[in-house]
């Protein structure tokens, strides 16, 4: 899928920068057409008196997460990596680097801000891919932690006959709990609450 925009400028590459912006491309990612160029004429007609051009993404909607995701990381003053990788189904966005802790946030909640923000450019640019966003392998050793968690509420839960709560966690999280109980057949699961505060409860079987 073709993303396009013309842009004018005082020079030609005051209308490319325009034009790269609001695309949120690295110019090497994008095609550029010249269409005026300032003090010159086009197929015989008279140049307006600004430089003219059109730039183009193909698939640019990844390109465009990305994009955003580096400017995030920078604003934050982080020195990370971001790197994107792609396959059928999937978009991937992992950042790597030192004291991401400020943009993984607490329980992942600043990481998962950053994801939603990004699966929007993904989206606006009609990849309805599923997009994952993480920094240094948060979210696997998240669901990990989480796994765990889960795992030993349950076995409390069967064996006092009482549900038990797991702590407030963002949906994310919440599914990783789900996902890892539900081939138990002692217990069953639900989630309670309103997000923030919603949370995963444990309940033993008959």
Not at 2 to 31: P, S
Not at 93 to 113: P, V
Not at 128 to 150: P, Q
């Amino acid at each position: 899928m073709d993303t396009v925009v013309e842009r004018e400028g005082n020079t030609v590459e005051e209308a490319v920068e325009a034009a790269l912006l609001e695309l949120g491309v690295d110019r090497e990612k994008a095609k550029i057409e010249v269409l005026e160029e300032k003090g010159k004429s086009f197929f015989g007609r008279k140049n307006s008196g600004k430089a003219k051009v059109r730039v183009s993404i193909t698939g640019g909607g990844a390109d465009r997460a990305v994009s955003l995701v580096r400017e995030i990381v920078s604003y934050l003053d982080i020195d990370g990596q971001v790197e994107l990788s792609e396959d059928d189904d999937v978009v991937r966005i992992d950042i790597s680097g030192s004291n991401l802790g400020l943009l993984i946030g607490k329980r992942g909640e600043t990481l998962s801000a950053v994801q939603t923000i990004a699966n929007i450019a993904l989206k606006k640019a009609g990849i309805n891919k599923k997009l994952i966003v993480d920094a240094e392998n948060y979210r696997e050793r998240r669901a990990e932690n989480v796994k765990e968690k889960a795992i030993q509420a349950a076995e409390r839960a069967v064996r006092t006959g009482r549900a038990v709560l797991l702590n407030p966690m963002n949906s994310y999280d919440r599914r990783m709990a789900h996902l890892a109980l539900q081939d138990n057949s002692k217990v069953y699961t639900v989630s309670e609450g309103e997000d923030p505060g919603r949370q995963v409860k444990i309940i033993p079987r008959g």
